[in-house]
């Protein structure tokens, strides 16, 4: 389909592929609000925001006019002539947008959304509770920064509340439903309130050293320290020799530092109980879905310019002009600025970095009193107390936070005289993160993008950038801490002071190229260079998702928009992003086909052809709600079957339970590299096959395999054997057997879906939630996209009411396809159909 640059809502589509349950069930004003009736829905008054200011918000200075224009998708396009009114206004429209998701995100990094969510939301506010940061060290922070950047974050605070001033003048019109749902009222942010939503995104990252021991000390107590010392190496590699990486051999121009040795030291072996420690380190809530990039340089284009393609996590669109912006893209719910898309000169893309970014500290815990630790020859006191949680109709909660000099504690165990605290490289960085975010999308050339932008950087993320000149780049950015030697950076660091970082990688030191010698670049959450350690929490091998985007890249010589966005939806249809131990059946292929040439058994034959003819593309193109190539059904399965059966008698599911939780998993590279033996990168210090021939293995599981399949198709022949579609469901509760869920899904209850004001299910792409694509060229400002949520304003009324944009995009994502959000500024002003002026008046500070 054509990309689309003019506002059309997708028609309703209905059918066996698209149930009655897709689409809402009626098409009336509660579903589809006209643009001219809902004018003032849309804005509410702008004299609101005029009224008379309180003793407390005295202002001093002239107001200064802010512009909010919307494109036919709701997009703000905000433009004033300083930054911290263009901030006020960013502020204003993303709360205009989606004041409800932000209210949630507070709550939640204050750890207060059980108050919201009831007892499901507990143990994510106990995670919060513990790593949030105090109102003093955000003032702190604050303080540091400079002058323009603690005035665009107030007038970023200042456009929210001007927003909840409008809704609470007028409730019964403007309060967003879920607050009506919540039993509370919209309340103004205050400057902390919005310093911790910004800094805690990177608080809540969870880190498997914990994990990484109790299947140590499970494999230790079975086996010896011998034998469980080589099985977890070879199930938790330091690094993958075998691993994509984003940066390719010779181009990365940061010095090459040793990847850490293996070393089981002394001061890290397994004691105690295994399963201790390990129920308080599971992460409170499952992974969410990640970032990746693919960027062309001109030699693979068919025009000479570059393009970018992005797909990401949801969140509002923005564009941003005057006070140094010019850019447009996406942002986190409340963030403002945009997190990546289109710049004056350039375009960028982010992708959260793979990178050793924090370290767990197994603390000595003082015998007589449990909140003292040793640190460098002496006890020292943990900073402690007790908070209650309030929980939404359920008793409150207490919880307990401690933190030692490391940071906050994680788990306890004090049986074994140990607690866990996590020491994170952003700590005292956290700010700087929006910092960069904003100077990223201001820079004028590649050298402030980095020097402004990416240096900046606390959080360890992967900058993806194409400038109008041709250039692309990429740089690791983030506090990347140096740590110490002689110790295994996978398992619990002792904290009694011997094994502290000794500092920070500098910007030249971190992993950074421009213009590799290939032409192109991708990166989805991948290890940097050859010399990134991975094995905590990244978990990469050969067969590691960036394997279709790679080939993809690799066989592009004049690629074009359209292009990107057909490799867009072919990385969707390859599952990646949703359950990543998905890999090509050609990893396998020359163990499939010896089994073919050494079996007698016709089953065993023709399944492994079906396997073959597999390419790993999840797709339905005759529209029947079932896969078409029988083989799907058959990898699939022998994915799971294949590595039970293979490393089950040794380590019961640990080689898949290790990453239970994980982001990145790496079951199908460690069932390659059984398979490989010699010829792997990183052979395996055990022979799972216990001796026997590799192909007689190969034969045995596929034949169980045909066994597990046949019986989910009773009466069927093979050819029959098609998987049914995965579907994405927006209400879970619509769940049925024949329209199967995947298991990696979170559930969702989108309030739309719920209330049918758009689409409950759909059939599942594969894709993550945002996509932008983009041509870097002085005459194509522009940036394409959809969004997953459904739509730019997710603002439904105290009726139940929608707006024409609470889902006008949910179809369009399924189907791949994107709209325009042009960045020049006649293009802005023919696409826009409203146009609000609103005052922004300068606190005194």
């Known amino acids: 389909?054509?990309?689309?640059?003019?506002?059309?809502?997708?028609?309703?589509?209905?059918?066996?592929?698209?149930?009655?349950?897709?689409?809402?069930?009626?098409?009336?004003?509660?579903?589809l609000l006209m643009r001219r009736s809902t004018a003032a829905l849309l804005w509410g008054s702008a004299a609101l925001l005029a009224g008379p200011p309180s003793a407390a918000d005295a202002q001093t200075s002239a107001p200064a006019k802010v512009t909010i224009q919307r494109d036919g998708f709701g997009v703000?396009?905000?433009?004033?002539?300083?930054?911290?009114?263009?901030?006020?206004?960013?502020?204003?429209?993303?709360?205009?947008?989606?004041?409800?998701?932000?209210?949630?995100?507070?709550?939640?990094?204050?750890?207060?959304?059980?108050?919201?969510?009831?007892?499901?939301?507990?143990?994510?506010?106990?995670?919060?509770?513990?790593?949030?940061?105090?109102?003093?060290?955000?003032m702190r922070r604050y303080r540091a920064l400079a002058p323009e950047h603690q005035k665009m974050l107030q007038g970023m605070v200042d456009g929210i509340n001007a927003r909840i001033d409008e809704v609470n003048a007028d409730p019964g019109r403007l309060t967003p439903l879920e607050f009506i749902r919540w039993g509370i009222k919209p309340t103004r942010w205050s400057l902390t309130d919005y310093l911790a939503l910004i800094t805690a995104a990177p608080l809540g990252r969870d880190t498997y050293e914990i994990r990484n021991l109790e299947f140590l000390k499970d494999m230790t107590a079975r086996y010896?320290?011998?034998?469980?010392?080589?099985?977890?190496?070879?199930?938790?590699?330091?690094?993958?020799?075998?691993?994509?990486?984003?940066?390719?051999?010779?181009?990365?121009?940061a010095p090459a530092r040793p990847i850490p040795a293996p070393v089981l030291s002394p001061v890290q072996r397994p004691g105690g109980d295994?399963?201790?420690?390990?129920?308080?380190?599971?992460?409170?809530?499952?992974?969410?879905?990640?970032?990746?990039?693919?960027?062309?340089?001109?030699?693979?284009?068919?025009?000479?310019?570059?393009?970018?393609?992005?797909?990401?996590?949801d969140g509002p669109e923005i564009h941003l002009r005057g006070g140094g912006f010019d850019s447009a893209g996406f942002g986190s719910t409340g963030w403002g600025v945009p997190t990546m898309g289109r710049g004056a000169q350039h375009g960028w893309l982010l992708v959260s970095g793979s990178s050793e970014a924090s370290t767990v500290f197994a603390e000595k815990l003082n015998p007589a009193d449990r909140y003292q630790y040793w640190h460098k020859g002496g006890w020292r006191r943990m900073e402690h107390r007790t908070e209650t949680i309030r929980v939404r109709d359920g008793a409150p909660v207490t919880h307990e936070v401690a933190w030692t000099i490391h940071g906050p504690v994680i788990a306890w165990d004090v049986e074994n005289g140990t607690a866990y605290s996590h020491q994170m490289g952003v700590h005292g960085h956290e700010l700087d993160t929006w910092i960069a975010f904003a100077e990223m999308g201001r820079a004028k050339s590649i050298e402030e993008f980095r020097e402004k932008g990416v240096d900046r950087l606390g959080w360890n993320l992967g900058a993806c950038y194409g400038g109008e000149d041709g250039t692309i780049a990429y740089f690791e950015g983030g506090a990347l801490p140096k740590k110490a030697e002689g110790v295994d950076p996978r398992l619990p660091t002792p904290g009694t002071g011997e094994y502290e970082w000794t500092g920070f990688l500098t910007p030249q030191e971190k992993p950074h190229m421009i213009n590799p010698r290939q032409g192109y670049f991708m990166s989805w959450n991948s290890k940097a260079t050859g010399w990134s350690p991975e094995g905590n929490n990244a978990r990469i091998g050969a067969t590691f998702r960036t394997w279709l985007g790679d080939r993809l890249a690799k066989g592009a010589r004049s690629a074009t928009l359209l292009d990107m966005r057909d490799f867009n939806g072919r990385m969707f249809n390859a599952l990646g992003a949703v359950d990543r131990n998905q890999a090509a059946p050609d990893f396998f292929a020359s163990y499939f086909r010896q089994a073919i040439a050494a079996s007698d058994d016709p089953d065993v034959k023709r399944a492994a052809e079906y396997m073959l003819s597999f390419d790993g593309l999840y797709r339905d193109r005759d529209a029947d709600q079932r896969y078409d190539n029988p083989g799907l059904a058959l990898y699939r399965a022998w994915l799971e079957v294949a590595p039970t059966m293979v490393f089950g008698d040794d380590m019961g599911d640990w080689w898949k339970a290790v990453d239970a939780d994980r982001y990145l998993t790496y079951q199908s590279s460690l069932l390659l590299r059984a398979f490989q033996g010699d010829a792997a990168g990183a052979p395996l210090a055990i022979d799972y096959f216990n001796g026997r021939d590799r192909t007689a293995v190969m034969i045995d599981t596929i034949k169980a395999t045909i066994d597990q399949v046949k019986a989910r198709f009773p009466g069927k022949d093979m050819a029959e054997w098609k998987h049914p579609i995965f579907w994405k469901y927006f209400d879970a509760s619509l769940e049925t057997p024949d329209r199967p869920q995947m298991a990696e899904d979170a559930p969702e209850r989108r309030l739309s879906a719920v209330l049918r004001l758009g689409p409950v299910m759909a059939p599942h792409n594969g894709g993550e939630s945002w996509v932008g694509l983009m041509e870097i060229g002085r005459d194509e400002r522009a940036l394409y996209s959809v969004v997953d949520a459904g739509g730019q304003n997710l603002f439904i009324d105290p009726d139940g009411k929608g707006n024409p944009h609470l889902t006008d995009q949910t179809m369009m994502h399924e189907t791949n396809e994107l709209k325009k959000i042009p960045l020049a500024a006649d293009e802005v002003d023919a696409a826009a159909v409203s146009t609000l002026t609103i005052d922004y008046r300068p606190k005194a500070r």
């Open 274 to 313: 295994a399963a201790s420690a390990a129920a308080q380190a599971v992460p409170a809530e499952p992974a969410k879905g990640a970032s990746r990039c693919l960027v062309l340089g001109p030699e693979r284009t068919a025009n000479g310019k570059v393009l970018m393609l992005e797909a990401t996590a």
């Open 1 to 31: 389909m054509p990309m689309t640059t003019a506002f059309r809502r997708p028609a309703p589509r209905c059918g066996s592929r698209w149930p009655r349950h897709s689409c809402p069930s009626k098409l009336s004003g509660e579903t």
């Open 224 to 253: 010896g320290a011998e034998k469980a010392w080589q099985i977890f190496n070879d199930v938790v590699p330091i690094s993958d020799p075998d691993s994509p990486t984003t940066i390719p051999a010779g181009d990365d121009r």
């Open 76 to 138: 703000p396009h905000v433009e004033a002539a300083t930054s911290d009114a263009v901030m006020f206004g960013a502020g204003y429209a993303i709360a205009h947008d989606r004041l409800a998701a932000m209210e949630l995100a507070r709550h939640n990094t204050q750890g207060r959304r059980a108050e919201l969510m009831g007892a499901s939301a507990v143990e994510g506010d106990k995670v919060m509770r513990g790593r949030r940061l105090s109102d003093a060290q955000l």
